[in-house]
């Protein structure tokens, strides 16, 4: 009986393997492919580099090495080439030694050349683009300093090499996610788009439809829908140049427009904005459908297309959606077998790439943008919901410190028979310095407008740019009475709806908040307050007490207070003096049970820098005046606060709102303000004695 030959080749015994990298590092010139050969050797014996490289006696050998092969290499330059007395060096530090193996110190040789080298790796990419890996190969993992980008501590390092043995810094190599998808590194562009993100970049997204009556969505017999454009093209044309007008003079350098919300023509007129001198520097026109050619015979194929423009650019960038949608429409395209990842590479390391609403979704173009190192992502969208998108966008921003802007449209997916609005966030935004990686953008109201994120300080913003239009196909709420359309911002099902609705029983965790006092010349006793950043799940733009849930090293209340005080707003907590607590208040929304906790300062001193994800401003409300919830009457009591950061205060939360009509109840501000304003008991006429944190303890 013959036997067979085997189906897959069996690898060759490793002093074999030894010796074929070293023959091909010692006919190598070039630095980049020499450490790819050392970094393919890692990966087929990383069991033994993972235990070995773990021994320092093993380690110090090979840096020992590594440092002899040192003086032998050629000067660090864009253009380095080994010579024959350099490849030789190389090749004689990987021969056969039965204390040290040769995969350790093809390690510690891959660093060295990744350090020294990694200018002339970049050179080389560039000669290969458009460069288009394959399993094996190398691919270029460039890092820019988030230190010189924004001021939050970035989530992880800003670099990747993590318990890697198939990476350096600069340099990693293509797995089998290159067989699912034409990745392709471009660096056509790469000096137009040095310096697009920094310190002082604003990155917008525009919205301008509120339903999705303002589109057509034709249907053929099959339930396929093509082309899905706007009603009235026109009138699109004229929101969306009013959105990016408004989205530049805030400051933006990056707009990024929803998906399907342009047609081909449309996008086309908008490349006019980047050519301005108060245009954007680079615009993202959404996405179109549309039937077109991959560049080959045959017929045209139906395509999801989005498109960007680059200042100084003529030709724009384009990228076509390979995962079609179901909801709200059944999408028909029909994308190549063999989807495309563009990224388009900068000469100061960003590796940008635009990809089309659910192919964020799609965990193998996830997988494969990760690995080819995507740190900025600008996504046109339109989507029911933004909550399956958070975990891709995490995961980008986890693993590659990305940048990520996703505009969606519209604001209201809702059919005009629904008596409810159904409204999905207007755009979600990662950030390197967001501690939840994440950040949604959900305005109350569903009229058009921007949200804007800053880079430097991961601060969000919504532009509201204009009045509510009428909901095409509904009923508005043009007709209603003032007072009914109060009660409706009030009570209405985006604050209390079916949703927020709890059927069974809600676990409490303990929680406390500060509620700061201090003096004010004029209007007596005055309380300090946060405002909420816009974006938060809870309270969002709100005026609330610096405060938190207790955690288990806290020692009571007191403790939990001025701890979350000092996270959110640098307050050192030797400034206050503690005076007791009001009863516990239960808040089910939140989950907790908020026991209020005094405090007095002659002047709080804040030695640390205020948690901008959390809080947008701090702010003192004189307590003797009523603290206006209502946007028009706060505008009519333009002295009701004084705003530390400049603004004017913004709406209080409900537990606020209650915790201050108690401390003026208790002080019996009408009747005896003098007293009050003081500090003297109303009831006992007596001086408050001060109470440290140490004596309100033992008090307990």
Same mark, same amino acid.
């Given at each position: 009986?013959?036997?067979?030959?085997?189906?897959?080749?069996?690898?060759?015994?490793?002093?074999?393997?030894?010796?074929?990298?070293?023959?091909?590092?010692?006919?190598?010139? @070039?630095?980049?492919?020499?450490?790819?050969?050392? $970094?393919?050797?890692?990966?087929?014996?990383?069991?033994?580099?993972?235990?070995?490289?773990?021994?320092?006696?093993?380690?110090?050998?090979?840096?020992?090495?590594?440092?002899?092969?040192?003086?032998?290499?050629?000067?660090?330059?864009?253009?380095?080439?080994? &010579?024959?007395?350099?490849?030789?060096?190389?090749?004689?530090?990987?021969?056969? %030694?039965?204390?040290?193996?040769?995969?350790?110190?093809?390690?510690?040789?891959?660093?060295?050349?990744? @350090?020294?080298?990694?200018?002339?790796?970049? @050179? !080389?990419?560039?000669?290969?683009?458009?460069?288009?890996?394959?399993?094996?190969?190398?691919?270029?993992?460039?890092?820019?300093?988030?230190?010189?980008?924004?001021?939050?501590?970035?989530?992880?390092?800003?670099?990747?090499?993590?318990?890697?043995?198939?990476?350096?810094?600069?340099?990693?190599?293509?797995?089998?996610?290159?067989?699912?998808?034409?990745?392709?590194?471009?660096?056509?562009? #790469?000096?137009?788009?040095?310096?697009?993100?920094?310190?002082?970049?604003?990155?917008?997204?525009?919205?301008?439809?509120?339903?999705?009556?303002?589109?057509?969505? +034709?249907?053929?017999?099959?339930?396929?829908?093509?082309?899905?454009?706007?009603?009235?093209?026109?009138?699109?044309?004229?929101?969306?140049?009013?959105?990016?007008?408004?989205?530049?003079?805030?400051?933006?350098?990056?707009?990024?427009? +929803?998906?399907?919300?342009?047609?081909?023509?449309?996008?086309?007129?908008?490349?006019?904005?980047?050519?301005?001198?108060?245009?954007?520097?680079?615009?993202?026109?959404?996405?179109?459908?549309?039937?077109?050619?991959?560049?080959? %015979?045959?017929?045209?194929?139906?395509?999801?297309?989005?498109?960007?423009?680059?200042?100084?650019?003529?030709?724009?960038?384009?990228?076509?959606?390979?995962?079609?949608?179901?909801?709200?429409?059944?999408?028909?395209?029909?994308?190549?077998?063999?989807?495309?990842?563009?990224?388009?590479?900068?000469?100061?390391?960003?590796?940008?790439?635009?990809?089309?609403?659910?192919?964020?979704?799609?965990?193998?173009?996830?997988?494969?943008?990760?690995?080819?190192?995507?740190?900025?992502?600008?996504?046109?969208?339109? !989507?029911?919901?933004?909550? #399956?998108?958070?975990?891709?966008?995490?995961?980008?921003?986890?693993?590659?410190?990305?940048?990520?802007?996703?505009?969606?449209?519209?604001?209201?997916?809702?059919?005009?028979?629904?008596?409810?609005?159904?409204?999905?966030?207007?755009?979600?935004?990662?950030?390197?310095?967001?501690?939840?990686?994440?950040?949604? /953008?959900?305005?109350? *109201?569903?009229?058009?407008?921007?949200?804007?994120?800053?880079?430097?300080?991961?601060?969000?913003?919504?532009?509201?740019? *204009?009045?509510?239009?009428?909901?095409?196909?509904?009923?508005?709420?043009?007709?209603?009475?003032?007072?009914?359309?109060?009660?409706?911002?009030?009570?209405? =099902?985006?604050?209390?709806?079916?949703?927020?609705?709890?059927?069974?029983?809600?676990?409490?965790?303990?929680?406390?908040?500060?509620?700061?006092?201090?003096? %004010?010349?004029?209007?007596?006793?005055?309380? $300090?307050?946060?405002?909420?950043?816009?974006?938060?799940?809870?309270?969002?733009?709100?005026?609330?007490?610096?405060?938190?849930?207790? @955690?288990?090293?806290?020692? &009571? =209340?007191?403790?939990?207070?001025?701890?979350?005080?000092?996270?959110?707003?640098?307050?050192?907590?030797?400034?206050?003096?503690?005076?007791?607590?009001? =009863?516990?208040?239960?808040? =089910?929304?939140?989950?907790?049970?908020?026991?209020?906790?005094?405090?007095?300062? #002659?002047?709080?001193?804040?030695?640390?820098?205020?948690?901008?994800?959390?809080?947008?401003?701090?702010?003192?409300?004189?307590?003797?005046?009523?603290?206006?919830? %209502?946007?028009?009457?706060? #505008?009519?009591?333009?002295?009701?606060?004084?705003?530390?950061? *400049?603004?004017?205060?913004?709406?209080?939360?409900? /537990?606020?709102?209650?915790?201050?009509?108690?401390?003026?109840?208790?002080?019996?501000?009408?009747?005896?303000?003098?007293?009050?304003?003081?500090?003297?008991?109303? /009831?006992?006429?007596?001086?408050?004695?001060?109470?440290?944190?140490? !004596?309100?303890?033992?008090?307990?």
């Amino acid at each position: 009986m013959t036997e067979c030959a085997p189906c897959v080749a069996r690898p060759l015994p490793l002093p074999q393997r030894v010796e074929s990298v070293r023959a091909a590092i010692a006919a190598e010139p @070039e630095p980049l492919v020499t450490l790819t050969h050392l $970094l393919q050797l890692c990966r087929d014996e990383h069991p033994v580099l993972q235990e070995r490289i773990q021994d320092p006696a093993c380690r110090a050998r090979a840096a020992r090495i590594a440092a002899g092969v040192m003086p032998l290499l050629p000067a660090q330059a864009p253009g380095a080439v080994f &010579g024959p007395q350099a490849r030789g060096a190389l090749a004689a530090a990987l021969a056969p %030694d039965p204390d040290l193996p040769a995969v350790v110190v093809a390690r510690a040789l891959a660093e060295l050349l990744d @350090e020294h080298y990694f200018r002339s790796f970049i @050179e !080389s990419f560039r000669r290969r683009s458009p460069y288009q890996p394959g399993v094996g190969d190398p691919i270029p993992l460039d890092s820019p300093d988030l230190r010189q980008v924004t001021t939050l501590p970035p989530t992880s390092p800003p670099w990747r090499l993590a318990n890697r043995l198939d990476e350096t810094r600069h340099v990693r190599l293509a797995g089998e996610w290159v067989m699912q998808f034409q990745v392709v590194f471009d660096y056509g562009l #790469a000096g137009a788009l040095s310096g697009l993100i920094g310190p002082d970049t604003i990155v917008a997204t525009c919205h301008p439809n509120q339903t999705l009556a303002e589109f057509r969505f +034709p249907a053929d017999t099959r339930g396929r829908t093509f082309p899905v454009r706007p009603a009235d093209e026109q009138r699109q044309h004229r929101e969306i140049d009013r959105l990016i007008g408004a989205a530049v003079a805030a400051g933006a350098s990056i707009v990024v427009l +929803p998906e399907l919300c342009v047609t081909e023509p449309l996008a086309a007129r908008l490349q006019g904005w980047t050519c301005r001198p108060d245009g954007p520097r680079m615009l993202v026109a959404g996405s179109y459908h549309h039937d077109g050619h991959d560049g080959h %015979d045959g017929p045209p194929r139906r395509r999801n297309t989005a498109v960007a423009y680059l200042r100084g650019c003529p030709s724009p960038l384009t990228q076509d959606k390979h995962s079609p949608a179901d909801r709200p429409v059944n999408e028909d395209i029909q994308p190549p077998g063999w989807p495309q990842l563009r990224v388009h590479v900068s000469d100061d390391g960003w590796h940008l790439v635009m990809a089309i609403c659910r192919d964020l979704l799609n965990p193998h173009a996830v997988h494969a943008l990760t690995e080819a190192g995507a740190n900025l992502l600008l996504v046109p969208a339109m !989507s029911e919901t933004m909550t #399956a998108f958070g975990g891709p966008v995490a995961n980008l921003v986890g693993a590659g410190q990305a940048f990520v802007a996703v505009a969606n449209n519209p604001a209201d997916f809702s059919g005009p028979a629904e008596p409810t609005a159904r409204r999905p966030a207007r755009a979600l935004f990662g950030h390197p310095g967001f501690g939840q990686l994440t950040r949604l /953008v959900q305005p109350p *109201g569903a009229e058009p407008g921007v949200a804007l994120l800053h880079v430097q300080t991961g601060q969000l913003q919504w532009l509201d740019t *204009g009045t509510a239009r009428p909901h095409p196909g509904r009923t508005g709420t043009a007709m209603l009475p003032v007072w009914a359309g109060r009660l409706a911002r009030l009570t209405g =099902p985006a604050r209390f709806g079916p949703d927020r609705w709890q059927s069974t029983q809600v676990a409490l965790r303990a929680a406390a908040a500060l509620v700061l006092l201090t003096d %004010d010349s004029r209007h007596g006793p005055a309380v $300090l307050l946060t405002e909420r950043a816009p974006d938060l799940a809870h309270y969002p733009g709100q005026l609330v007490f610096p405060g938190g849930g207790a @955690e288990a090293g806290d020692d &009571g =209340p007191a403790a939990t207070a001025l701890r979350e005080a000092a996270e959110e707003t640098g307050l050192d907590p030797g400034s206050v003096q503690i005076l007791g607590t009001l =009863p516990p208040l239960a808040h =089910p929304d939140s989950g907790f049970l908020l026991t209020p906790v005094l405090a007095w300062s #002659a002047g709080p001193v804040f030695t640390g820098t205020t948690n901008l994800a959390e809080v947008s401003t701090l702010t003192t409300i004189p307590l003797r005046r009523r603290a206006y919830a %209502d946007p028009e009457e706060r #505008a009519l009591a333009a002295d009701q606060g004084t705003p530390i950061g *400049g603004s004017r205060p913004a709406p209080l939360g409900a /537990v606020t709102g209650t915790i201050l009509d108690l401390l003026r109840g208790m002080l019996d501000l009408g009747g005896t303000p003098d007293a009050a304003t003081a500090g003297a008991d109303p /009831v006992q006429g007596t001086v408050l004695p001060p109470l440290t944190l140490r !004596s309100w303890k033992q008090s307990q």
